[in-house]
């Protein structure tokens, strides 16, 4: 009895040792070191900065980062996080190779890099915090601010997800802008992408619906049909705001093209309007709405 006691006491022991010896503490504070280092670095760079500036930035963090495989981890979504942060380092030295730091290709990339960096940042900071010296708080802050269009990317698709009948949803925000896509099946009707609530129009106002809680100046809505837009339409805030959800939902079945005479703007390609009968045409006609918002330009049309 003693020695199964013994033993028992030992393999509770050797359990423990072996969570304790897990590195999560150890990764977050490289992680915090490696941000430090790059900092300090950065800190007396000149205002032109080169791209051998840019890839020393990266590596001086990569070389405060170990490689960790899961196992080593108590966490598992620090892991992933952790894992996550480095593989974005990782990949952007691979990028700038061959690139012009002055080409805008070069600075749409690095904005979307440093727009990830801080995303990683922002989620392992706010369940684990990293310790950042009083030194240094100021700009973590900075780097924290620039993962905002990320992370409100992440709380309205988890508020989309909530609408039955739509998935696979793309959320693009670009300051106070939102375009929301997804894709529609062919075995749709054309009549259900424009004049029955069956379709696109009463997912586009369900969409609405949720968007009108939050605070977006300039709202994009399409839906995908055989990998190119069938149908679009755009919304200002002042618009929406005016949108009574409430008559939208008591409005009959095949009253659904009215979507379009209250939005901004709308977008139907030429195949679905040529298929379409003359009287829906024509009521669509006449209500002319058009924009010149770049935003609207950008996500409701084929690039």
């Not at 006691?5 to 359990?15: A, M, N, P, T, V």
């Not at 480095?86 to 890099?113: A, G, R, V």
């Not at 620039?146 to 909530?162: F, G, H, T």
Request: charged share 30%.
């Amino acid at each position: 009895m003693v020695k199964k006691i013994s033993l028992l006491i030992g393999i509770i022991s050797f359990i423990l040792m072996g969570c304790g010896n897990k590195v999560d503490d150890q990764a977050l504070e490289s992680l915090s070191s490696a941000l430090e280092k790059r900092w300090e670095f950065t800190d007396q760079l000149p205002d032109e900065i080169t791209m051998e500036d840019l890839n020393k930035a990266i590596q001086i963090e990569l070389d405060e980062l170990e490689e960790y495989d899961i196992d080593d981890f108590k966490d598992t979504i620090l892991y992933s996080h952790y894992s996550g942060y480095k593989s974005n380092l990782e990949l952007m030295q691979i990028t700038m190779k061959n690139e012009s730091i002055d080409s805008n290709s070069f600075q749409e990339k690095w904005k979307e890099h440093m727009e990830k960096r801080a995303k990683f940042l922002h989620d392992i900071n706010s369940k684990y915090t990293l310790k950042i010296s009083d030194e240094n708080n100021e700009i973590f802050k900075e780097v924290l601010t620039s993962a905002n269009n990320l992370v409100k990317k992440d709380e309205i698709k988890d508020q989309l997800s909530e609408i039955k009948g739509i998935t696979d949803l793309e959320v693009t925000i670009e300051d106070d802008s939102i375009s929301v896509s997804f894709p529609t099946e062919s075995v749709l009707s054309v009549d259900s992408f424009v004049s029955k609530k069956t379709g696109f129009p009463e997912n586009a106002m369900n969409i609405l619906k949720k968007l009108k809680e939050n605070d977006f100046n300039h709202i994009v809505i399409s839906t995908t049909n055989q990998d190119s837009i069938a149908i679009s339409t755009y919304f200002t805030k002042d618009t929406l705001d005016n949108v009574n959800i409430d008559e939208w939902e008591e409005l009959d079945s095949h009253d659904a093209y009215k979507l379009y005479g209250m939005s901004d703007a709308y977008n139907i390609r030429i195949g679905i309007w040529e298929s379409l009968d003359i009287e829906t045409t024509q009521l669509i006609r006449n209500m002319n709405k058009d924009s010149n918002n770049e935003f609207w330009k950008k996500y409701g049309f084929n690039q």
